[in-house]
């Protein structure tokens, strides 16, 4: 009997045909908007894993961890923060399955280039023991007050999302100076704004943005009399100021309940309500919050 001698060629064909096929996967498709925020930003971050049988998903950006939350079958949400000095900012994601198998995902994300502006910033008048050069004494408290304040934002990552409905704004009245405005004291521009501030006299009605637990009741150099509330999956929000607070720490409050009374403590050219918010220990536009929605990323309803 003959036997068969086959080209080379046919005989790696073969070869090739008998060889296992490695299996290949989809891998998770992940989002972000908006995908050029303004310093200060909240963002939302969508993905949708490659497979229904998830363990779970967790992610960061820059520097604060990312809380996924399911919204569907097959989408899981949350939010991030953009620096306000940062000129990029890259989304991580981990999905992990019950196999074992770990997909990483990335999207990088850049604020709008902005032209230079053309407006002169806000000209206030304050008291000369405002300007001047501060003592160490009086330096070391303003910057033990600020680490106090991040440390607040830090742990408002140990929980979950405590409210579930929208936020809403803690005084109907107008708003006086925006989210990243500049500012001029006597003359020098010293610093930027990193909160809103609405208009109110001595003793109108300050309310809750929303549902969450009070952190801290203090009096600080720069922001006077303050409340911050930690309402969880790394969301905190302040209100300076105040002539007096209604709430203690260690308060579960409501959305839109009274927490305080606007005032003109601290440095202030007169009484308003400064109303700020971090991502975990990042400075946010508060206002953002304002769009989030109610079913985008609190918590669960009960059905």
């Given at each position: 009997m003959k036997r068969l001698h086959l080209p080379a060629f046919a005989a790696a064909f073969v070869a090739l045909s008998a060889a296992p096929l490695v299996a290949q996967h989809s891998l998770p498709a992940l989002s972000v908007t908006p995908l050029r925020p303004a310093p200060g930003g909240i963002v939302r971050v969508a993905l949708e894993p490659a497979g229904d049988s998830v363990l779970t998903i967790t992610g960061e950006m820059a520097g604060e961890a990312l809380h996924f939350r399911r919204s569907t079958q097959s989408l899981w949400r949350a939010i991030g923060a953009m620096p306000v000095d940062a000129t990029t900012a890259t989304v991580r994601a981990f999905t992990e399955y019950s196999s074992g198998r770990v997909d990483t995902s990335l999207v990088s994300i850049t604020p709008p280039v902005r032209a230079p502006s053309t407006s002169r910033p806000r000209r206030l008048a304050v008291s000369w023991r405002f300007t001047r050069p501060l003592d160490s004494a009086t330096q070391a408290r303003i910057d033990r007050?600020?680490?106090?304040?991040?440390?607040?934002?830090?742990?408002?990552?140990?929980?979950?999302?405590?409210?579930?409905?929208?936020?809403?704004?803690?005084?109907?009245?107008?708003?006086?100076?925006?989210?990243?405005?500049?500012?001029?004291?006597?003359?020098?521009?010293?610093?930027?704004?990193?909160?809103?501030?609405?208009?109110?006299?001595?003793?109108?009605?300050?309310?809750?943005?929303?549902?969450?637990?009070?952190?801290?009741?203090?009096?600080?150099?720069?922001?006077?009399?303050?409340?911050?509330?930690?309402?969880?999956?790394?969301?905190?929000?302040?209100?300076?100021?105040?002539?007096?607070?209604?709430?203690s720490p260690g308060d579960t409050v409501e959305r839109g309940q009274q927490i305080g009374l606007v005032g003109a403590t601290g440095r202030v050219t007169g009484p308003h309500l400064h109303w700020s918010a971090r991502y975990g220990a990042l400075t946010v536009n508060p206002v953002d919050l304002l769009s989030l929605g109610a079913a985008y990323y609190g918590a669960q309803r009960e059905r």
């Open positions: 007050e600020n680490e106090l304040a991040r440390e607040i934002g830090r742990r408002a990552h140990d929980a979950p999302p405590l409210w579930s409905a929208s936020f809403l704004r803690p005084r109907p009245s107008a708003v006086t100076s925006r989210f990243g405005s500049g500012r001029m004291f006597n003359g020098t521009v010293s610093s930027r704004h990193l909160g809103v501030d609405f208009s109110g006299g001595v003793g109108a009605t300050v309310r809750a943005a929303n549902r969450g637990v009070v952190a801290l009741v203090d009096t600080f150099f720069l922001a006077g009399s303050v409340v911050y509330l930690d309402h969880g999956g790394g969301v905190v929000t302040g209100y300076f100021h105040l002539s007096r607070t209604l709430v």
